[in-house]
């Protein structure tokens, strides 16, 4: 598989985002970029971005996070950020994803007592994770997300975007972004979410994810997210919804998680007023502290 990697002199002088990157081999070599910061000690905060974002969405929640003593850690899924990103569409899968992220977060830094915090297709990544391996969690927040499993279609609002996606090979990653929001972003950060792009041969990631969600029974994934939910019904530590209010795609969607997860009981699950799909740019300060006050 070709591989690009974007020139650190792309994501030079990025508003509100000053930390370093550190980086990992997944399994088959492909290096993933992740934000690492706090106590090296202190409780584990895994934050994990979806289409056609990267960990710059989360620049709003790390310093509280980190304020409040916890180890925050942000990884680049492959395709995005400073993670390695295979040229072609066909590259990328379902399931290559899930190994990517499982390899970079079991094998390469061996973590545990997680708390996942997961919007979009870090949802569909995490959650997946979290059914195939719930021992490595200690709670999850799901956020605008969830884990398919074929037996229904997405709305109106996502099929329009899926076939933009499909007829725009060169995405304007940041309006893409801005577009999510309920408040515009400013010009300084559409640019930021575009840096790990310089041009369309760097976007086959954010192209390939829409047709990689399973809507029926024929999808490669569904079988292995069907047995994924036999775990994540089954996990019974503690799982947040914070949904956000303003969100056309994903509205609705924390009813099928309170309802099945069992460690859903009981949990003070709230809708995040004001946001939008992209809730860590409009709330990221509200989800930080609400994160805080339930893990505390």
């Known amino acids: 598989m070709e591989t ?22 997944t399994s088959d070599g492909l290096r993933m970029a992740y934000i690492d910061e706090g106590p090296k000690d202190g409780p584990v905060v895994l934050l994990l971005h979806g289409e056609p974002s990267w960990s710059y969405l989360y620049r709003h929640m790390i310093p509280v996070l980190v304020d409040a003593g916890m180890r925050v850690i942000a990884p680049d899924l492959i395709g995005f950020g ?8 066909s590259d990328y899968t ?29 949802g569909l990544i995490g959650l ?33 975007f899926r076939n933009f996606v499909a007829s725009t090979p060169d995405l304007p990653i940041g309006r893409l972004v801005s577009g999510g929001c309920t408040e515009p972003l400013t010009e300084e950060e559409i640019a930021a979410y575009e840096a790990p792009f310089p041009d369309s041969s760097y976007k086959a990631g954010a192209r390939a994810f829409p047709d990689l969600i399973p809507q029926d029974e024929d999808n490669v994934a569904t079988p292995d997210n069907r047995a994924a939910w036999v775990g994540l019904a089954k996990f019974d530590k503690p799982f947040l919804c914070l949904f956000s209010d303003k969100d056309p795609i994903t509205a609705g969607g924390e009813r099928a998680l309170i309802h099945k997860i069992d460690g859903a009981a009981g949990q003070p699950h709230q809708t995040v007023e004001g946001g939008g799909h992209f809730v860590q740019e ?7 502290e609400a994160l805080i006050a339930w893990m505390q």
């Open 82 to 89: 400073r993670s390695d990103k295979p040229t072609e569409v």
């Open 94 to 122: 379902y399931a290559r994803h899930v190994e990517w992220m499982r390899s970079f977060l079991f094998d390469a830094l061996d973590l545990n007592d997680i708390t996942l915090f997961c919007q979009d297709w870090g």
């Open 4 to 25: 690009l990697r974007t020139p650190d002199q792309c994501f030079a002088d990025l508003p509100g985002f000053p930390w370093s990157p550190h980086y990992a081999d």
């Open 282 to 288: 409009d709330r990221g300060d509200v989800l930080a």
């Open 128 to 160: 997946r994770l979290v059914g195939e391996h719930p021992e490595r969690f200690a709670r999850v927040c799901a956020s605008n997300t969830g884990l398919p499993d074929g037996t229904r279609k997405l709305p109106e609002a996502w099929q329009m």
